[in-house]
């Protein structure tokens, strides 16, 4: 069996820290207390795998058509379903709203991701005196960079360095370490 580790490998080709990343949506995890269309709360939960990623998806900021930052089918927009949950990388266009919202992942003041969606298929329960709505299959239409997520495990960064998200081993590990020693 061989020790899987996760490290960082190298920059990014282009080096222009212009991606966004990070989890659009998180599986299992509470959304702060919502309210349905009669003004009922009730909170929300979205269980893993259950996203359609097979339309061309937008990021936008805040929800709004009109503040485009990518697509699926031009492909600056990349989706994924991992673990823990919907993970996203936005590369970021040369415009004046992309530089403001850079600016404003980089200095925290947005940190949280939302997401446009079509549910498929949910059931109604309980989370101690509040209902529960479980999603499990989501017809996605569009990601959105908020400064208010309603799902606050959400997460958005500027990505300046490529993390190596494959299995490392032990031995391979070793070996890196002794290459990134020559350049330290």
């Not at 009669?38 to 339309?55: C, H, I, K, T």
Request: contains cysteine.
């Amino acid at each position: 069996m061989n020790l899987e580790i996760r490290t960082l490998i190298s920059p990014i080709s282009n080096g222009d820290g212009n991606t966004l990343h990070g989890y659009a949506s998180v599986f299992n995890s509470l959304s702060e207390p919502l309210n349905d269309i009669a003004g009922n709360p009730f909170v929300e939960v979205v269980r893993p795998n259950s996203f359609d990623l097979s339309r061309n998806i937008r990021g936008l900021y805040n929800h709004n058509d009109g503040e485009l930052l990518a697509t699926t089918a031009s492909g600056n927009l990349k989706l994924y379903q991992d673990d823990r949950g919907l993970k996203f990388s936005l590369s970021l266009p040369d415009t004046q709203r992309a530089a403001d919202i850079k600016e404003l992942v980089s200095r925290g003041d947005l940190n949280g991701m939302s997401i446009g969606y079509y549910v498929t298929s949910s059931k109604w329960g309980r989370h101690g005196d509040m209902p529960l709505h479980e999603v499990s299959g989501i017809d996605l239409l569009e990601v959105s960079v908020v400064p208010f997520p309603a799902f606050p495990k959400t997460s958005v960064n500027l990505r300046s360095c490529l993390l190596n998200s494959e299995p490392i081993t032990l031995n391979k590990n070793r070996q890196l370490l002794e290459i990134m020693k020559l350049y330290v």
